[in-house]
């Protein structure tokens, strides 16, 4: 059986996606604590960003057109913290909400959760703290969050 293909995880669209990557990493570039920690690692940040699209087509759509490392790459930068995880996602939450209908945004913010707690617990921690909230508490604070998840 060949030429099978896997149902997309989350029904987003390569522009979509490409269109949170560029709008995130503008507010990455912002952002007083996370810019200094990516302006130390990205020089070209169009390349940068496509190989982040192409992280979130594999992760959402389930292309096989990303072949990095993220836990490796974030154990060698040298200067990520598990602290920077809370910042990044908020960042990324907002993005989301911004740029895509609350059921997607909500579907894509839960993985991506669930990918940033799994890289800031492959740092070392500094205070014995869990780095990432959980969604279910972040998600549940926000207006309109239960009648957007069908309650």
Same mark, same amino acid.
């Given at each position: 059986?060949?030429?099978?293909?896997?149902?997309?995880?989350?029904?987003?669209?390569?522009?979509?996606?490409?269109?949170?990557?560029?709008?995130?990493?503008?507010?990455?570039?912002?952002?007083?604590?996370?810019?200094?920690?990516?302006?130390?690692?990205?020089?070209d940040w169009q390349?940068?960003?496509?190989? $982040?699209? +192409?992280?979130?087509?594999?992760? %959402?759509?389930? =292309?096989?057109?990303?072949?990095?490392? !993220?836990?490796?790459?974030?154990?060698a930068s040298g200067?990520?913290?598990?602290?920077?995880?809370?910042?990044?996602?908020?960042?990324?939450?907002?993005?989301?909400?911004?740029?895509?209908?609350?059921?997607l945004a909500q579907?894509?913010?839960?993985?991506?959760?669930? $990918?940033? +707690?799994?890289?800031?617990?492959? %740092?070392?921690? =500094?205070?014995?703290?869990?780095?990432? !909230?959980?969604?279910?508490?972040?998600?549940?604070?926000?207006?309109?969050?239960?009648?957007?998840?069908?309650?």
């Open positions: 059986m060949t030429g099978l293909t896997m149902p997309p995880r989350i029904h987003v669209t390569e522009a979509q996606i490409d269109r949170v990557v560029s709008v995130f990493y503008t507010r990455v570039r912002r952002d007083p604590a996370l810019g200094p920690v990516f302006a130390a690692h990205v020089a390349t940068h960003e496509e190989k $982040i699209s +192409r992280f979130w087509r594999n992760a %959402l759509l389930l =292309q096989r057109c990303y072949d990095g490392n !993220p836990m490796q790459v974030h154990k200067n990520v913290r598990p602290d920077h995880f809370p910042i990044w996602l908020s960042l990324f939450d907002a993005v989301l909400e911004q740029e895509l209908p609350p059921p579907a894509w913010s839960a993985l991506a959760h669930r $990918i940033g +707690r799994g890289l800031s617990y492959g %740092l070392p921690q =500094q205070d014995g703290k869990p780095p990432v !909230p959980y969604l279910g508490e972040e998600w549940s604070k926000k207006p309109g969050a239960a009648k957007a998840a069908g309650a």
